[in-house]
């Protein structure tokens, strides 16, 4: 019994030492939870950006409008229509509403058709014929390449819709919902997610693979002997990037391919622009590597620190759902997320076919992290 219990005690000790064990059974369970939670918990409150025309300017128009303001879930926009819908072609929308010019006119008809009938009833003359009524329809724009957002937004309006005929009681139905679409493209699930697969493989390929093999040089004493050579560190950062961006080349070629010819996805826009923002994101995770390889003394603190650090970015930057998912006190974490402006660079590319303008600020902001991050690495190398 004694031997089983210093055995027991034994392999307790080697297996809380071990901090990369650590990690995958303490700290990675804890921050899926958290993360999730955050995602799709109780505190987390949906928000969806909602366009709104209004061609009525109506006392009715103005209290609908208001109405839809009051809802947690509606952050209300109005504007012309071609501005809303251009807004919605570049994803700041999930929704427009376009209010008709005669909006609320057909409440007046009705009003006044039910007036002349009780004043005939009062008089003692025959019930005249009951007077047709047209519902006012209200046009919503989505765009299929955001099916999570305007599937939710079309959801909610169909209710609200629902809910204004179900106070005209016994009245013809007022308002209709007509659904039109921005965008004459096909797309399927496939075509959501491999933009962000493919950053997320980026941010690994990059980060994870760098970190790992220069706490490996060092500990196994490679980069002390090369320190000894004429090598210098920026002919060896030079090799190791090199390597690394013909790597994420080499991955984005395989990935695509399976994703084109496997399962139907589409690529819209330029290829020479996405090979760009691969380049680019790649360098930056490269150089994310690069400095936290200098923080880490052993393989396995590199593999944790690294962990760490992927894990909440692979949940908190778009890859797998909408950032919108998350909480108002989240946005600021995200927004400072390198994941978050390279996944969204590829899906505006791939996904809404956008050119350079439109991509032009999420990668400005990877460059200046690229930047500030290698000048990290540089600074703080270290050969042994």
């Known amino acids: 019994m004694k031997s089983i219990t210093k055995m027991f005690t034994a392999v307790l000790k080697m297996t809380f030492r071990n901090k990369q064990a650590l990690m995958w ?62 807004s919605l072609q570049n994803g700041d929308r999930s929704i427009v509403i376009v209010i008709p010019a005669n909006f609320g006119d057909n409440i007046a008809k009705l009003a006044a058709a039910k007036k002349a009938q009780a004043a005939a009833a009062n008089a003692g003359f025959a019930a005249t014929a009951a007077t047709k009524i047209d519902a006012s329809m209200l046009d919503v724009y989505y765009d299929k390449t955001n099916p999570t957002k305007s599937g939710t937004a079309k959801s909610v309006m169909t209710q609200i819709t629902m809910g204004l005929n179900q106070k005209a009681s ?78 994420a080349l080499v991955q984005m070629a395989i990935l695509l391919a399976i994703a084109i010819f496997a399962f139907g996805a589409h690529i819209s826009g330029s290829w020479w622009l996405l090979t760009a923002i691969v380049v680019e994101g790649s360098l930056v995770f490269i150089a994310l590597g690069f400095a936290i390889s200098s923080f880490a003394k052993t393989q396995q603190t590199a593999q944790a620190l690294a962990q760490i650090i992927t894990m909440p970015m692979m949940f908190l930057s778009g890859v797998f759902f909408p950032t919108d998912s998350f909480p108002k006190f989240v946005q600021p974490i995200i927004h400072v997320l ?34 500030i991050v290698f000048i990290v690495g540089v600074w703080t190398f270290r050969w042994e």
């Not at 949906?46 to 509606?74: E, P, W």
Request: positive net charge; without cysteine.
């Open 25 to 86: 059974t303490f700290v990675l369970p804890i921050i899926l939870m958290v993360l999730f939670g955050l995602a799709f918990g109780k505190s987390g409150t949906l928000s969806l950006n909602v366009g709104v025309v209004d061609n009525a300017k109506s006392d009715i128009s103005r209290q609908y409008i208001t109405s839809l303001k009051k809802l947690d879930a509606f952050k209300v926009t109005q504007g012309t229509k071609s501005d809303e819908l251009k």
């Open 338 to 371: 390198p994941l978050t402006y390279l996944a969204d660079a590829l899906r505006q590319v791939m996904m809404r076919g956008m050119s350079f303008k439109f991509v032009a600020y999420d990668m400005g902001i990877l460059a200046i992290f690229g930047i």
């Open 170 to 247: 016994g009245a013809p139905e007022l308002f209709k919902v007509r659904e039109r679409e921005v965008s004459s493209k096909t797309y399927s699930t496939i075509d959501f997610f491999v933009a962000g697969i493919l950053a997320m493989f980026l941010m690994n390929g990059g980060m994870m693979a760098v970190t790992v093999i220069l706490v490996t040089y060092r500990e196994q004493g490679i980069l002390t002997r090369l320190k000894a050579t004429p090598v210098k560190i920026s002919s060896f950062m030079g090799t190791q990037i090199a390597v690394r961006v013909l790597v």
